[in-house]
């Protein structure tokens, strides 16, 4: 029998193997507070999806949202509770989860046994040691892992949101594209009057070579601008479609674009609110913050990182002699190894991520600068269409067919007169999309790093 000492030793270390109990799972896998992150960014609910009656439950719910002319909000909706590449993306909760669990457990004993015989006579030596040394390590590995899991979550969301902004933006260039291909029809349709009307004027021989040419090249251009219209509108309508998760287009957009806001956001301390809510450099922080621990760690074990100690017993001689009891304690020399590389990369790799906070804190300012920017500019060249542009468009129009009325233009005058009207309309639906979309992308800005790339498919003026 092992000696009463050793059982001594044995049971603190048999005590302290029950701790890992409490390193448990938690019931929502941390999806709870990703879901009511994006709750309060967006108004939006997300599901993770993890049995066939969920994902069916929200199959009804997505059916009834598609049965009527969807807005904006049931675009970004449908997207956060249909994008199966959004529900690949919970995953990475459940890995991070598992390294957090993992790091609050303690490694297992280790049980050791060594048998030899010659002449009758035997050797026998058991052991069964622990990991003393884990109990050191495992409060800072287990807060390096709460942080990583923290800024898993943080990922995370900002995935889910930067979906709602994509699909936003998506869906107002698909309603543009949408309501651009139907005006480019109309431009068709009188060019196509014109050309036709030119046409039979020629062969009357009341309209020269020159004249009919002409009208047949603005007929020309205009079926060619249909065209890119429609293939634009193609484009858009596929766009929204997959980042909505669909595998079919069978859902309508509303006629026309959203109006214009009566009054311009006005920037208020939007820098000092970037640094404070984009997640990117909260992220950014919390990587920093656990490399600093692991810093911590590094320095801790760069001389020994395996302590194991517990009860041995040997026996040597004859079948008939007694065990020896006694302690076996195993740990590593640093007689080549002196941990100094190890803290050397810890350092460095520290260092790089300070300087690569400073920079994303540097980025998150400019880049609200410049969304702002682009939503001001964006509101103002709107405007100035709705206010100025196209009113005296109109009033031209108006105007013509008055002397029309009077013969004192022709019809041609008038056709090419409706053309440019129908033009400056489309310019303006063309602006009020790029207002739309730079709004989007100043609230994401104040989220996270946006995407100030070009819109979707161009859509063609004449």
Same mark, same amino acid.
């Given at each position: ?30 999806? =709870? ?15 993770? %999806?993890?049995?066939?009656?969920? $994902? ?11 049965? +009527?002319?969807?807005?904006? =909000? ?9 994008? #199966? ?27 050791? /046994? ?17 990991? @003393?040394?884990?109990? %050191? ?6 807060? @390096?892992?709460? #942080? ?5 979550? $943080? ?6 949101? #930067? *979906? ?14 949408? +309501? ?7 431009? /068709?349709?009188?060019? !196509? ?9 020629? +062969? ?7 004249? !009919? ?32 998760? *669909? ?8 006629? #026309? ?14 820098? +000092? ?34 302590? !194991?100690?517990? &009860? ?8 008939? =002699? ?11 020399? &640093?007689?080549? =190894? ?35 920017? $682009? ?13 100025? %542009? %196209? ?15 009077? /013969? ?55």
């Amino acid at each position: 029998m092992i000696r009463m000492a050793s059982v001594r030793l044995l049971l603190p270390l048999m005590f302290v193997s029950l701790l890992p109990g409490c390193a448990t799972f938690s019931r929502d896998g941390g999806f =709870d507070q990703v879901a009511s992150t994006v709750k309060a960014k967006t108004g939006k609910e997300i599901r993770w %999806v993890k049995s066939e009656d969920e $994902r069916h439950a929200l199959d009804a719910r997505i059916a009834e949202l598609l049965q +009527q002319p969807i807005s904006v =909000d049931d675009a970004v909706q449908i997207a956060l509770l249909n994008n #199966r590449g959004l529900q690949a993306s919970y995953a990475e909760l459940g890995i991070s989860e598992a390294d957090l669990v993992q790091a609050g457990r303690l490694p297992n004993p280790r049980f050791s /046994m060594l048998r030899a015989s010659r002449d009758g006579e035997y050797k026998i030596e058991q052991a069964l040691t622990f990991n @003393i040394f884990s109990l %050191v390590t495992m409060p800072k590995a287990t807060a @390096i892992e709460r #942080r990583r899991f923290e800024q898993t979550q $943080r990922q995370v969301s900002l995935e889910v949101l #930067r *979906l709602a902004t994509a699909t936003r933006k998506a869906y107002f260039t698909a309603l543009a594209a949408a +309501q651009s291909e139907r005006y480019m029809q109309q431009v /068709m349709r009188a060019a !196509e009057t014109s050309a036709t009307l030119a046409q039979r004027m020629k +062969q009357a021989g009341n309209w020269s070579t020159l004249d !009919e040419a002409r009208e047949q090249g603005f007929y020309a251009d205009a079926t060619l601008g249909a065209s890119r219209a429609r293939q634009a509108s193609l484009q858009a309508t596929e766009q929204l479609t997959r980042l909505m998760g *669909l595998d079919h287009t069978h859902y309508t957009l509303p006629e #026309r674009m959203p109006d214009l806001p009566a009054h311009a956001e006005e920037a208020a301390n939007l820098e +000092q609110t970037a640094l404070q809510q984009r997640m990117d450099v909260q992220m950014m922080k919390l990587q920093t913050e656990a490399l600093a621990g692991q810093l911590g760690l590094t320095k801790t074990t760069r001389f020994i990182n395996v302590l !194991e100690l517990g &009860p041995a017993r040997v026996l040597e001689g004859r079948r008939s =002699d007694p065990y020896k009891n006694g302690v076996e304690i195993s740990l590593e020399i &640093p007689l080549f =190894d002196w941990g100094s590389a190890r803290v050397a990369r810890a350092e460095s790799t520290y260092m790089q991520v300070v300087n690569q906070l400073a920079q994303v804190a540097v980025e998150a300012r400019s880049e609200v600068r410049e969304g702002y920017g $682009r939503y001001r500019a964006s509101y103002d060249i709107a405007r100035h269409y709705r206010d100025s %542009v %196209v009113p005296i468009r109109q009033k031209i129009a108006e105007e013509n067919q008055l002397r029309y009325n009077g /013969m004192l233009v022709s019809v041609f005058d008038l056709l090419a007169d409706a053309r440019a009207q129908i033009a400056s309309v489309n310019s303006y639906i063309e602006a009020l999309r790029d207002f739309w979309l730079s709004q989007s992308d100043m609230e994401m800005a104040l989220i996270g790093k946006p995407d100030f790339s070009a819109p979707g498919p161009a859509m063609v003026a004449q």
